[in-house]
């Protein structure tokens, strides 16, 4: 069964870094996007940042220039850089991925995502 797992998130002052990871395990045979989305209270989910497995990234405008995303394809992991964080950056953060695998017994491309990881920035 595939499985996203994420961490790294925490309580960040205003300006602070932080790096939010996520691995997928599993029977997987193959990761084409992986992605993180977040979601602040009383709003909806939303896109942050992606990444293709031929290195390609998409940015949301909001976080472009400050979040850098990253990914290491032999690992099965995606990576969040997020530096001059601010307020509005404070949600749970979700790592996503479209992973073809094994499921019971047959080959599936599925959408995935992890269980969300909170940053707080504040001071």
């Known amino acids: 069964q595939v499985q996203l797992v994420e961490s790294g998130g925490g309580l960040v002052q205003p300006g602070g870094s932080l790096r939010l990871s996520c691995a997928a395990s599993g029977s997987i045979f193959g990761i084409y996007v992986m992605g993180w989305y977040r979601q602040a209270p009383g709003k909806q989910r939303e896109l942050v940042a992606t990444?293709?497995?031929?290195?390609?990234?998409n940015y949301a405008g909001s976080v472009k220039g400050r979040f850098a995303i990253s990914r290491d394809n032999a690992k099965n992991t995606v990576d969040l850089h997020m530096n001059s964080l601010k307020p509005e950056d404070t949600a749970v953060y979700y790592c996503?991925?479209?992973?073809?695998?094994?499921?019971?017994?047959?080959?599936?491309?599925?959408?995935?995502w992890g269980q969300g990881t909170q940053v707080t920035v504040s001071s």
């Open positions: 996503n991925a479209l992973i073809t695998s094994r499921v019971r017994g047959q080959v599936a491309t599925s959408d995935y």
């Open positions: 990444i293709i497995s031929g290195g390609s990234t």
